[in-house]
């Protein structure tokens, strides 16, 4: 059975500057709006569909980049002032780590979503 993930909806105080802020740390095209949606689509095709929701638990989303995507992706975190950790504890900000032979960095959304960018 080949089963692939298709999309997830992402609860959103405001569901334009969400998707836009997701959009532009990783490079990617935010919308157009679709139904009650806005939309980033990722490489392999999964659909980010940011929501606008009043009440909801801030999740955990980590996207696997290359290394230059990487390197291209912490300086825009970077030169918007992003405060970014070596890890999910939110411990050593500023830092990125180097598990599992990559390299990583944890962020957060403006809803409180902790956002993780691995390489391996």
Do not use: C
């Amino acid at each position: 059975m080949s089963v692939e993930l298709n999309h997830t909806i992402i609860p959103a105080k405001d569901k334009w500057a969400s998707a836009k802020f997701l959009a532009d740390i990783l490079n990617l095209e935010a919308g157009p709006e679709w139904g009650h949606f806005v939309p980033v689509k990722t490489a392999n095709g999964v659909t980010l569909d940011f929501a606008d929701s009043t009440d909801f638990h801030p999740r955990h989303f980590a996207f696997l980049v290359s290394e230059a995507e990487f390197d291209a992706a912490l300086a825009r975190i970077r030169a918007a002032g992003v405060a970014h950790y070596a890890n999910f504890r939110r411990e050593r900000p500023g830092e990125i780590n180097h598990l599992y032979g990559g390299r990583g960095v944890y962020f957060d959304d403006p809803n409180g979503h902790l956002l993780e960018l691995i390489t391996q």
